[in-house]
């Protein structure tokens, strides 16, 4: 009897809505799932366990798909399982999920200037690695900010650069003869700097400062504590300072992390010794790999 009550609620969960709402370009699966229950005038959450069960959160959804979830929701919304899996960020690795954001932190308004209620999120409304847009190439708007310019402009192509290395890696898993999210995450440790500053202001230093000199006044004059290397989502106006960093070690190659290590100290200086030894090592690698196809 269990068996068959539970054949039958798998059965009544995999049912098609009998209403479905278009999904918008790159919308992402838990914007449009909330979308179709602000239309059933249901809780996102409940629409979302309507169709699978055992999911217990939007944000698992949006990261966390298997293909079998994907084909069931696929048959509840009348369509691919490749369009729901484009909605989703399950082509991104798990160590790279500290760079999706858990709420929007920008928008296109160029590509999102829909004010219906609810507003569709985009995906790369959450993607904490871009300056741009990816669909028409325009600046990403930090509702934080209030649109003000990035005190960063003069970093623009840098910063594009690093956009374009940042987004290949997470993306598509392509990277050239290190990973660009750890040089992220290495730029991101604090520093040391002389002479000594005031207690109040000695948190506010970090790696990137060194190669990005601008930063330390604009920390400093807004007492801004940028986010850890666990999360490295930076407000939009201060992001491009990191994707030009980012750029510049990238091209610079291992000698440049030789350099900025001599900028910390005590169990920060091992902690980036550390993970700069490893990415030091992954360039030996691919400069071997590299001269073995010339021969």
Not at 18 to 26: A, G, H, K, N
């Amino acid at each position: 009897m269990r068996q068959k009550r539970h054949s039958h609620d798998a059965e009544a969960a995999q049912r098609q809505l009998p209403v479905l709402l278009p999904p918008i370009p790159d919308e992402l699966l838990s914007s449009w799932i909330s979308r179709h229950a602000a239309f059933y005038a249901v809780p996102p959450l409940l629409m979302l366990r309507h169709c699978l069960p055992e999911v217990r959160s939007l944000r698992v959804a949006d990261l966390h798909l298997s293909e079998d979830q994907e084909i069931r929701l696929a048959k509840v919304f009348f369509t691919a399982p490749a369009d729901i899996r484009r909605m989703t960020f399950a082509n991104v690795p798990s160590s790279f999920h500290r760079f999706i954001a858990a709420r929007p932190v920008q928008r296109c308004t160029n590509c999102n200037p829909i004010q219906a209620a609810p507003l569709p999120v985009l995906r790369d409304q959450l993607t904490g690695w871009r300056i741009t847009c990816l669909r028409c190439g325009d600046l990403l708007r930090d509702q934080d900010w209030h649109g003000a310019p990035s005190p960063f402009r003069q970093y623009h192509s840098a910063a594009m650069r690093g956009e374009k290395l940042l987004h290949n890696e997470i993306e598509h898993g392509v990277r050239r003869w290190t990973s660009p999210t750890e040089i992220a995450r290495l730029l991101l440790m604090r520093r040391i700097v002389f002479p000594v500053p005031s207690e109040q202001q000695l948190y506010l230093f970090r790696v990137l400062g060194v190669i990005i000199p601008d930063l330390d006044r604009v920390l400093v004059a807004s007492r801004t504590d940028l986010p850890t290397p666990a999360r490295p989502i930076l407000p939009l106006h201060l992001r491009a300072a990191l994707l030009a960093g980012v750029a510049m070690v990238e091209s610079a190659g291992p000698e440049m992390l030789r350099m900025l290590r001599r900028h910390t100290i005590g169990d920060n200086m091992t902690r980036f010794s550390d993970a700069a030894e490893k990415l030091i090592a992954q360039a030996g690698r691919h400069r071997h790999a590299s001269q073995r196809q010339l021969i």
